[in-house]
Nanobody, 115 residues
Framework: QVQLVESGGGLVQPGGSLTLSCAVS????????VGWYRQAPGSQRELVAT???????DYADSVKGRFTISRDNADNTVYLQMNALKPDDTAIYYC?????????WGPGTQVTVAS
């Protein structure tokens, strides 16, 4: 069973930056895609950004131009660089690793954007 462990969440002021990390216990090329999702209170979990095995990235419209997903193939780690953070970005951020139709999730890390 693959394990995903997120880190890097916290409290940041509007306009600030954070970098989230996700350590994956297996070779990330075993998965069709890895990425980040988030869930705000009272809302459904939504896609933030993904990167597939070929390196193609996809972003939610709400984060385009502000967030950047990347991976370290040697360390099997996925990153999410978040800039120009807004209060609406407040949520629990979950790392995801997908193979075919099977999703694997980390426990999540809280990101709070407030002054």
């Amino acid at each position: 069973q693959v394990q995903l462990v997120e880190s890097g969440g916290g409290l940041v002021q509007p306009g600030g930056s954070l970098t989230l990390s996700c350590a994956v216990s297996e070779n990330i090329f075993n998965f069709n895609a890895v990425g980040w999702y988030r869930q705000a209170p009272g809302s459904q979990r939504e896609l933030v950004a993904t990167i597939n095995v070929g390196g193609r990235t996809d972003y939610a419209d709400s984060v385009k131009g502000r967030f950047t997903i990347s991976r370290d193939n040697a360390d099997n780690t996925v990153y999410l660089q978040m800039n120009a953070l807004k209060p609406d970005d407040t949520a629990i951020y979950y790392c995801n690793a997908r193979i075919l139709c099977r999703n694997n999730w980390g426990p999540g890390t809280q990101v709070t954007v407030a002054s």
